[in-house]
């Protein structure tokens, strides 16, 4: 354990020279304990010859100069325009589509809540095991929520249009 300690003393003591470049001194006492320090006017202290070592500092951070600042409000005169009535039949085929999923997904929630019978749903000759017949119904369960946000999102994504 001493032999790690003396040598991590030793790399310790190492390392701050090469940057302070200070002298180390290598002073052993009456019991044989090692150590290193920066000056010697203990009794027992050698002067440690260590090759120079050149510092190299870090080159300086290159600021990157800050992007213009674009108001939200307005838009460059570069950016590409459409004019108002193209405009108007983008906006307009959108609400089409999106009242064409609307429909859709409306039917497929009546036909899963059909099937799903409010929990009551009927078993199938391929449903032998218990296990199968609940993992239907719990799918079921599922589909319905999951059509009835798609619906709820719809109809949000649609009363957002102008």
């Given at each position: 354990m001493k032999h790690y300690l003396?040598?991590?003393?030793?790399?310790?003591?190492?390392?701050?020279?090469?940057?302070?470049?200070?002298?180390v001194y290598l002073c052993i006492d009456a019991n044989g304990k090692k150590e290193y320090?920066?000056?010697?006017?203990?009794?027992?202290?050698?002067?440690?010859?260590?090759?120079?070592?050149?510092?190299?500092?870090?080159?300086?951070a290159v600021k990157k100069a800050a992007a213009p600042k674009v108001s939200s409000a307005s838009t460059?005169?570069?950016?590409?325009?459409?004019?108002?009535?193209?405009?108007?039949?983008?906006?307009s085929d959108r609400k089409q589509i999106l009242i064409d999923e609307l429909k859709t997904e409306e039917q497929k929630?009546?036909?899963?809540?059909?099937?799903?019978?409010?929990g009551d749903v009927e078993r199938r000759a391929d449903e032998r095991q218990p296990a199968q017949y609940v993992e239907r119904v719990n799918n079921l369960k599922n589909d319905v929520a999951?059509?009835?946000?798609?619906?709820?999102?719809?109809?949000?994504?649609?009363?957002?249009?102008?």
């Open positions: 003396t040598v991590f003393g030793l790399f310790a003591v190492v390392a701050v020279p090469a940057f302070a470049q200070g002298d320090k920066n000056t010697g006017s203990v009794k027992g202290c050698k002067l440690v010859e260590l090759p120079h070592m050149n510092v190299v500092p870090a080159p300086a460059p005169s570069s950016f590409p325009k459409v004019d108002d009535a193209t405009q108007r039949s983008r906006d929630l009546a036909a899963l809540k059909k099937e799903y019978n409010g999951r059509s009835e946000k798609n619906i709820e999102a719809l109809k949000r994504e649609i009363s957002n249009l102008k």
